[in-house]
């Protein structure tokens, strides 16, 4: 009689809910971050109430976000696709081995 245990890895499973956790909120909350600080650093948005002025650190802070944003959706890409990679270019890509001819 085989047990669920024997055949489901909770230490995989724990790892995956945490990536995707992280991957479903924190990126987005992220990109909405900058999203507020664009508005906030291109004058279209005040934050205390009063006539709102541009403020280039803010946007400049707000493209930096952005960018990281997409360097990590590149990268999510990259990874997931890495045996793919590897394959086609027949040299090891993060962490993938090419097959052997």
């Given at each position: 009689?085989s047990?669920?245990?024997?055949?489901f890895?909770?230490?995989a499973?724990l790892?995956?809910?945490?990536?995707?956790m992280?991957?479903?909120?924190?990126l987005?909350g992220?990109f909405?971050?900058?999203?507020r600080?664009?508005?906030i650093g291109g004058?279209?948005?005040?934050?205390?109430?009063?006539?709102?002025?541009?403020?280039p650190a803010?946007?400049?802070?707000?493209w930096?976000?952005y960018a990281?944003?997409v360097?990590?959706?590149?990268?999510?890409?990259l990874?997931?696709?890495r045996d793919?990679?590897a394959?086609?270019?027949?040299?090891p890509?993060?962490?993938a081995?090419?097959p052997h001819?």
């Amino acid at each position: 009689m085989s047990h669920f245990g024997d055949w489901f890895n909770y230490q995989a499973s724990l790892k995956i809910l945490l990536f995707s956790m992280l991957a479903g909120a924190a990126l987005p909350g992220v990109f909405a971050l900058g999203l507020r600080l664009h508005a906030i650093g291109g004058g279209q948005v005040s934050i205390d109430g009063g006539s709102p002025h541009k403020n280039p650190a803010l946007l400049a802070m707000a493209w930096v976000i952005y960018a990281v944003v997409v360097a990590v959706i590149a990268f999510a890409l990259l990874y997931i696709s890495r045996d793919f990679v590897a394959h086609q270019i027949g040299q090891p890509f993060l962490g993938a081995k090419p097959p052997h001819k």
